[in-house]
């Protein structure tokens, strides 16, 4: 029999769930922490800096370790349908595990602004996809008032199954390194994950798994800040249009991770949300989405006002979702004359390499 995949098969016991909890998976979790060199030597970093990377989940973000419990906890409960507000993501990932669950789904999303992977996804999933004039703070409050009247799964972040399941993220983390990291970037929308990920160091610490628990670091973009500015942001925008949230659910998490770790929220521009995308992408080969590169642009805004003088420790950025998932994005990221027109010819082809055929 092949090794057992999927968190709940993987952390069932780390995990506060019902007993007798059917197993709603697509095999996710277990993705790869790669070290990242030339990035460290970019940054001129003395720490190891590491790179999360759960894009490479089954439908391509961290979403699944969530999904993978809430749909579950959805079909134990005899639920017929699930419901979230998604900025394309979460969408996604309850789209696949209800489908995987014989479950009916409905996702709210702000209509032109979210990625065309993600929608994709949704729809070749055989979701109900409504588009709101609005943003995903009023597709939030549209469905959490769904949920509050009608007998249907809201299986957003704010729904408690979500954040056990992401919480075996840190878990993994600490199991790979075999300590807790020094510090921990992410990026923070509705503030979901960066709560799930000082839940999993807490846990683990209380149980003596690691010595200590990580400094948090929390990215959002400038124009959706609203953890940095201390207020809602009523028109949030950024071209990392996962994270374009203006009233995250989980503030009091994502403050209570800041501060018990003694961490930092801070944003960064879009500027070097893409800066950094690239780098990922033509230094190590590492493809994820804008809004998951708000993490290592953070790290790289912080190393260069000296933050990480003193680092000797691993840094680790998660990288929340696949850059697949905006492909139109990606397509622009080409240098000029990086992507020509030839003919058939062979001669033509090889003097793209500067090579002459004998
Ligand atoms: N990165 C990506 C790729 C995301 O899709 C999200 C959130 C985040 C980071 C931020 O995580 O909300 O827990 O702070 N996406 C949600 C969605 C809002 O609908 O897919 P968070």
Redesign the pocket.
Known sequence: TPAPRGVLARYREWLALPAGLPEVSLGEGDTPLLRVPSIERALGLRAPLFVKVEGQNPTG?F?DRGMTVAVSLAAHRGRKAVVC???????ASAAAYAARAGLEALVVLPEGAVAGGKLAQAIACGARVAQVDGN?DQALALVREMASRLEVELVN?VNPARLEGQKTAAFEVCDVLGEAPAYLAI????????TAYWMGFTQYHEAGRISSRPIMLGFQAEGAAPLVLGRPVSRPETVAT??R?GR?A?WQGAIRARDESGGVIAAVSDRAILEAQQELAQREGIFC?P??AASVAGVAQLARAGYFRDASRPIVCVL??SGLKDPDRAARMGRPGQVVRVTSRLEEVAALLGATVP
């Open positions: 973000s979403k507000a998604s900025t394309g993501n979460t969408a995903f972040s990026p923070v929308g509705n503030a979901g994950n960066i996962a994270i949230i995250p989980s989405e809004a998951s929340t979702g």
